[in-house]
């Protein structure tokens, strides 16, 4: 593990939100880059349950101090609170500094901070497709992002030292960089990972509708509906943000749902049922594939 250590330019990383993501994102620079200081910010109580998890080495409540300070910024935070935070942090970076956020959208994001990152400080828009459905610094885990594809807004022959620093900062900690721009990503996470959770909600709300005093039919609910519902964990909280700065393209996706469904419902009975299901058995084959 020594020569990814030697060939990363950072010394000090701060990272702004301490929860799941940012602090797994902490814990796993810890681990396996423990020359790098971290610093935290969050809510105090966030922060300081961060420092007890030995997630950051310190933590600190003035924003500006922790930014200029830094090589590496990492914001793990809501869409709106990386937004509203950008115009600080681009005025407080060090030029030599790389900024990264690790929103769910990205297209917004890329769009404002094509706008406050002219000169000096990088910015590099990042999205982890990592995570769980429960949140907080208490369930952040330093191998969230092992065997998982993280994107990055960049293309892969970036001739900045520091963006190739972070990519092999994510393939040390386990994950796989795929790059491509804003738009596309946007796209894309609409389709995987925005649908699904949307299916999960209305599947969860079918489910609670048609359940009777009795219990049933939820009472008789298997491994496979708990599977299904799994994302039916996620707070709303974290999912504002992504359906306000992606309606275009979720709406395209629920659309296309909507059709299959309907595609579904008019060929119960026929032979092309079972099209369908042979279709569906392929793509669940080759998502086991890709691991």
């Given at each position: ?31 396996h880059?423990p020359n ?16 007890g ?26 869409i ?15 030029p ?11 297209t ?11 000169n000096?400080?990088?910015f590099?828009g990042g999205?982890?497709i ?20 993280y ?14 620093a972070?990519?092999?900062i ?7 960089p795929?790059?491509?721009d ?6 894309a ?16 709300s079918?489910i ?5 005093e ?7 609910a ?5 599977d ?6 996620s707070?709303?909280?974290v ?8 309606s ?8 296309r ?33 890709q691991?």
């Amino acid at each position: 593990m020594s020569s990814p250590k030697t060939a990363i330019p950072f010394s000090r990383a701060t990272v702004i939100g301490t929860g799941l993501i940012g602090g797994s994102f902490a814990l796993a620079l810890r681990r396996h880059f423990p020359n790098i200081t971290i610093t935290g910010f969050d809510e105090p109580d966030v922060a300081n349950r961060a420092l007890g998890r030995d997630a950051v080495q310190e933590i600190t409540g003035d924003m500006a101090s922790a930014v200029r300070g830094a090589d590496l910024i990492y914001m793990a935070l809501p869409i709106s609170k990386i937004l509203e935070l950008m115009p600080l942090i681009a005025g407080h970076a060090k030029p030599e500094a790389l900024v990264t956020d690790a929103g769910s959208t990205k297209t917004l994001i890329a769009v404002e901070s094509a706008k406050l990152f002219k000169n000096g400080a990088r910015f590099l828009g990042g999205h982890p497709i990592a995570g769980k459905e429960v949140s907080g610094i208490e369930n952040a885990d330093e191998n969230l992002f092992r065997n998982t594809r993280y994107t990055l807004i960049a293309e892969e022959n970036d001739a900045d030292p520091r963006v190739q620093a972070f990519a092999r900062i994510l393939r040390t900690v386990g994950a796989v960089p795929v790059w491509c721009d804003a738009e596309t990503h946007d796209w894309a996470a609409g389709v995987v990972s925005h649908l699904p959770q949307l299916l999960a909600v209305a599947l969860a709300s079918v489910i609670r509708e048609e359940t009777d005093e009795t219990g049933l039919p939820l009472s008789l609910a298997g491994p496979g509906v708990k599977d299904m519902l799994r994302l039916a964990g996620s707070p709303y909280g974290v999912w504002r943000d992504i359906t306000h700065t992606n309606s275009e393209n979720i709406a395209r996706a629920l659309d296309r749902l909507g059709q299959a469904i309907e595609h579904l419902r008019t060929n119960l009975t026929s032979k092309a049922l079972e099209k369908e299901f042979r279709a569906a058995n392929e793509i669940y084959r080759s998502l086991q594939k890709q691991g």
